[in-house]
């Protein structure tokens, strides 16, 4: 408000109304407007009676004091509905203006609304959502300023850095130390920091450090793929400070100035052996932290991030992010690739291709082109166990493994009784079973090579000479055809053969390959 009465008394002393404007912090058209009204109503200084600013403004102006019959907005609505994704005040303005006009009243200037709302904002809440919205963005880094451990036995003192994450809109803080800043600990950072915060913001925005952006860029960095990984996982989107913009995160920039003044030297004089006791007593320091009240506005970052940021955090998962760490390979002619001294097989298909390997504590993934091509459960055990999918091999190597007893037994019972018996007198007739199942082999492959019904015939043929039937007659009788005379032919030239030998050891046409006349 301007000061009628000090305007009123300095114009009475004679002084210029351009020393009167600096006196009373107002413009030189101000002061003009007042004289000017002043002496159209009459009123000079000495005052007959003691008026105050607010009176004289309501004798000059009184087209001032009009400003009362204007529609209130709801400021306590518009502070709820400035929380919603995509929301601005000049959008609430603009609805706030058709309101009024659709109920026949006036409404303030956009001016004067974001003037209100700033003033309510300020007095009654302890954040205010005009460039933050809760729940939106959270903010990453490393402190500079690292603690230390001290060895319980050389009493060494071991370096410690600590972590960083401050939620923009209420301020709220959470701080770990880890023993090195390796992509482990940033990953596990970031877990702890959900769990503690209870939720997850929609987006990350941490530094240009090689553990979260693999090449900066100020229009489309290539962010480090563990990292986009555990992102996608929590729904979030990483977008990274751009290089030497600190103000791109200005309040884990602000906080960690803090941090390092109310947590990491107030720790200075205290002597921590094990990373269990400094996290805890970071806890206690931090909690001191959050529940520090505001200097300017009432609350604190605790009661700020329950009332106005907790209900806009995203979910979090039913399970938390595993941590992988990602490796390539080129995959051998045994399609088997190494992880950790282990072998886990690949699809054959894939000799000599580069491929992508994700490792975890419990799974082995194999990707070719973004796509997943072998999946196994990490070994743990002796060194150089292979774990091998039989689909992985070749047609050529599963006869060594997939071509056993079972399998011949069960093949040779779908072909028919001869075959299985013959099956089994081979089997018998070896002393060692490995030897026994090559003949076996013999024998399935003759049988895509001529048909399982001639096998079967054949079977029966040779069974007739004898109970335990080698490959090589099989050969034989199937080459010569044997297996394709019947019955009765065959019972005619063994009733000569009977007759020819009826006279001793007499050797016909027959037994020297010749037909019989």
């Not at 070994?379 to 006869?399: M, W």
Request: proline letters at 4%.
């Amino acid at each position: 408000m301007l000061k009628y009465r000090d305007i009123l008394r300095l114009h009475a002393q004679e002084v210029s109304q351009r020393s009167i404007a600096s006196s009373c912090g107002c413009s030189r058209n101000s002061v003009s407007d007042v004289l000017k009204r002043a002496g159209e109503v009459e009123i000079t200084w000495p005052f007959e009676n003691d008026i105050s600013d607010i009176e004289l403004q309501t004798m000059l102006f009184p087209e001032k004091n009009k400003s009362d019959a204007r529609k209130q907005p709801n400021y306590e609505s518009v502070h709820k509905e400035l929380a919603k994704s995509g929301v601005t005040l000049s959008l609430l303005w603009h609805e706030y203006v058709e309101e009024c006009r659709s109920r026949k009243e006036i409404p303030y200037s956009y001016r004067h609304f974001c003037r209100f709302y700033h003033r309510f904002a300020t007095t009654t809440k302890a954040t205010m959502r005009i460039k933050r919205k809760p729940g939106e963005v959270m903010e990453v880094d490393w402190a500079g300023q690292t603690t230390s451990l001290t060895d319980n036995l050389t009493g060494e003192s071991i370096p410690a850095y600590v972590f960083v994450a401050t939620l923009p809109c209420s301020q709220y803080t959470y701080v770990e130390a880890f023993l090195s800043m390796d992509m482990e600990s940033w990953i596990t950072a970031h877990l702890h920091t959900y769990h503690f915060f209870g939720g997850a913001t929609r987006i990350l925005v941490p530094d240009n450090l090689k553990t979260g952006v693999d090449k900066a860029s100020r229009t489309d960095p290539t962010i480090n793929r563990t990292y986009h990984e555990m992102a996608e996982h929590y729904r979030t989107v990483v977008m990274p400070a751009r290089v030497r913009h600190p103000k791109d995160k200005p309040s884990v920039e602000g906080a960690v100035g803090v941090i390092s003044t109310w947590i990491i030297a107030s720790l200075r004089n205290q002597q921590f052996f094990t990373l269990h006791e400094l996290n805890g007593a970071i806890q206690e320091k931090l909690s001191e932290f959050n529940q520090k009240e505001f200097q300017k506005k009432k609350g604190n970052r605790h009661s700020a991030f329950l009332e106005e940021e907790k209900f806009a955090l995203l979910t979090l998962p039913a399970s938390p992010y595993e941590l992988a760490t990602w490796m390539t390979a080129t995959v051998p002619f045994d399609y088997h690739i190494a992880v950790d001294k282990m072998y886990y097989s690949v699809p054959y298909e894939y000799i000599k291709y580069v491929v992508d390997i994700r490792v975890t504590t419990t799974m082995i993934e194999v990707f070719y082109k973004s796509f997943r091509i072998a999946s196994h459960m990490r070994l743990r055990g002796k060194e150089g166990e292979p774990s091998t999918i039989p689909e992985h091999r070749p047609v050529h190597h599963k006869q060594y493994v997939d071509y056993n007893r079972d399998y011949f037994l069960a093949w040779a019972e779908t072909v028919g009784l001869h075959t299985l018996t013959t099956v089994k007198g081979i089997l018998a007739s070896y002393k060692v079973e490995k030897q026994a199942l090559k003949s076996c082999l013999a024998l399935f492959k003759l049988a895509d090579q001529y048909s399982v019904e001639r096998i079967e015939s054949a079977c029966k043929r040779a069974l007739e000479y004898s109970a335990r039937p080698n490959i090589n007659s099989l050969k034989t009788i199937l080459k010569t055809g044997q297996d394709k005379l019947t019955t009765s032919s065959s019972t005619e030239t063994a009733k000569k053969e009977n007759q020819v030998n009826a006279h001793g050891f007499t050797r016909g046409a027959a037994y020297y390959g010749r037909k019989e006349k």
